[in-house]
């Protein structure tokens, strides 16, 4: 595989249902995908479809069920916990949920370092101040505490944390939606910037599609924990294949094309339960476009126009 | 440090704004503040030592009753001490007393709580029921209970009370934890690799800090009152240490008589636990966020 690559393969992650020892929540199913240096991979989806379990599990946070994850061709499974800190680190939606309000942000910032590694506190006090100076903080705030920030500062001061440990891969979980619009373009600018830098990778995941348009180089969307459509961003945007991505698109007003604009309603609005997941196809139950063959035949991911899709059609 | 300096200033100013707001809780203070001095300068401003017995000068009235004089402001007891200096020194030992029993108590229920409150599963049944066979008891009577095993005596008041008071503090610190380790930074903690200790101690504790204050000094008149309690039972603190609540009891004989010597150290003992609630009511009500303004 390419070098300095995160390798995704089959990762699966179940739930089981409380008194139940055969029925599972499927959170994350079959979800395959590689991550070279210095790209965007975009991840969208409606709440549900397995977005945060999948940032979890990759974190560790959650024990994965099944598959395998890889960077630079060595499993996270042989890996020392602190190497694959070195290797993933994550900024959270919340800014002010995520950072210790009885912090101050210097300390929020060396967490990792001083956790990690056998650092002096002035040396890791000095080194957070060079990241503030990095991610357009001034250094002489690193005493003030988090609430004494705005909420684009806040979010800066969560980057900073997560470069802190020098990782190469950053999982961005909807890392601006909590943030107005006029701060929201800053700290995306302000990503990209951090990426040609560093030479960083992004797993960035959002509800919001015109923010993964701006960032991403590669877009999956998933539907019910399962990949629906997975391949180069600007083809998925112009071309989208599944019905799902098309639907979408449509409500994300974003595409000027008129196969998207006519493109049919959902039947239903609601997402189906996790607990009781549609038989074929996960989607029938809403797609506009499903015909006797999706209630049972579950479409496997194929490769199409180096485009990965699940959809019978 | 400029900006710390600067921000801390402003919380302390903006806490005092608050606390100020209600004369109660500045009166407890006020209270509580003279107390703490009493027993500090004790040494100093007590005209005489606590044992000091003067022979012949039994059950002499305070100074504004017949009989009574300035020599003994507030009276002899019936062993012919002088009142005010045993008070006095009584002030030392209660808030020697109380300090040590919430010492004690806030450690080990804090720990508790956070342990159950953080594993949860297994470790939380485990300790919640401990807390609950605690709690079963009425506290006085378990520290009754406790004294009796272990024998009376200022350490073993001290023991038998903080074990009593332990349930306050886990089941509050459970239940802060409950809800703040389901809050991000802690899930960001992990992220990097924060041990569960690390987490309980650095990440949560600190935000449990206000309501901890609060229970406290709630905890203190607590400890103060079962102590005084235990005292009056002769199981606590024994004579001649001049401990209010053994002055309650060993002035019992008299009250007919030589009412002051049960109405002061009564008094006392209403004081500063009256202070310390009025203290903890409004240190409760300028540290919660959602009374504020």
Redesign the interface.
């Known amino acids: 595989m390419t070098a300095n690559s995160l390798l995704v393969q089959n990762l699966k992650k179940f739930y089981p249902v409380k008194g139940s020892s055969e029925k599972f929540v499927k959170a994350l199913n079959d979800v395959s995908f590689t991550l070279p240096p210095n790209t965007t991979l975009g991840i969208v989806g409606e709440s549900g479809c397995g977005k945060s379990t999948l940032a979890k599990t990759l974190m560790g946070l959650e024990d994965k069920t099944h598959g395998s994850i890889s960077f630079n061709d060595n499993s996270f499974d042989n890996m020392s916990n602190k190497v694959k800190y070195e290797t993933m680190q994550m900024v959270f939606q919340d800014p002010l949920d995520s950072l210790n309000p009885r912090k101050k942000a210097w300390e929020i910032i060396a967490d990792p370092l001083l956790i990690n590694s056998k650092v002096s506190k002035t040396e890791a006090l000095k080194k957070a101040q060079e990241l503030m100076a990095k991610v357009g903080l001034r250094p002489e705030q690193s005493h003030k505490y988090p609430h004494m920030f705005s909420g684009g500062q806040r979010q800066r001061l969560g980057i900073a944390r997560a470069l802190i440990l020098n990782p190469k891969v950053l999982i961005l979980d909807e890392p601006v939606s909590a943030l107005d619009v006029s701060v929201q373009a800053q700290i995306l600018n302000l990503l990209k910037e951090l990426q040609k830098d560093l030479g960083l990778s992004y797993i960035f995941i959002s509800h919001d599609l015109s923010v993964v348009n701006y960032m991403a180089d590669d877009i999956m969307v998933m539907y019910l924990g399962r990949v629906a459509e997975y391949g180069n961003a600007d083809k998925v945007f112009n071309n989208p294949y599944h019905p799902y991505t098309k639907t979408l698109l449509k409500s994300g007003h974003i595409s000027q094309s008129e196969e998207i604009k006519s493109f049919p309603k959902l039947i239903s609005s609601e997402l189906p339960s996790p607990l009781n997941p549609p038989t074929g196809c996960a989607f029938h139950t809403r797609c506009p476009l499903a015909k006797d063959e999706c209630h049972s035949i579950l479409p496997e991911v194929e490769s199409k126009n180096e485009r990965s899709v699940s959809c019978l059609l | 440090?400029q900006?710390?300096e600067v921000?801390f200033k402003h919380s302390v100013r903006e806490f005092w704004d608050h606390f100020s707001d209600n004369k109660g809780a500045v009166f407890g203070l006020f209270l509580v503040l003279s107390f703490i001095v009493l027993a500090i300068l004790a040494p100093v401003i007590s005209p005489y030592g606590s044992s000091e017995i003067f022979p012949g000068q039994l059950r002499l009235p305070p100074f504004w009753s017949e009989g009574g004089s300035f020599q003994f402001i507030l009276g002899t007891d019936d062993l012919g001490r002088d009142v005010l200096s045993r008070l006095i020194w009584g002030a030392q030992i209660s808030l020697f007393v109380g300090v040590s029993i919430v010492f004690l108590s806030t450690i080990i229920g804090t720990t508790l709580g956070l342990m159950a409150g953080y594993f949860g599963g297994k470790t939380d049944i485990v300790i919640m029921r401990f807390i609950d066979i605690l709690m079963a008891y009425p506290s006085i009577l378990l520290a009754i209970i406790v004294v009796s095993v272990i024998g009376p005596g200022v350490t073993n008041a001290i023991i038998a009370v903080a074990i009593v008071s332990i349930p306050s503090f886990t089941r509050l610190v459970r239940a802060n934890v409950l809800e703040i380790k389901e809050?991000?930074?802690v899930?960001?903690?992990?992220?990097?690799?924060?041990g569960p200790w690390?987490i309980m101690f650095k990440?949560i504790l600190?935000?449990c800090?206000a309501t901890l204050i609060v229970q406290t000094t709630l905890g203190l008149s607590e400890g103060i009152l079962s102590t005084a309690a235990l005292g009056f039972l002769g199981l606590g603190v024994q004579a001649p240490t001049p401990e209010w609540g053994i002055m309650l009891s060993d002035a019992r004989p008299y009250i007919e008589s030589s009412p002051w010597l049960v109405t002061l150290p009564g008094l006392c003992i209403l004081a500063v636990v009256l202070g310390l609630n009025l203290f903890g009511d409004g240190l409760r009500d300028a540290l919660d966020p959602k009374l504020k303004r």
């Open positions: 440090m900006v710390e921000g809050r991000q930074f899930m960001a903690a992990k992220t990097f690799g924060a690390r990440e600190p935000n800090m």
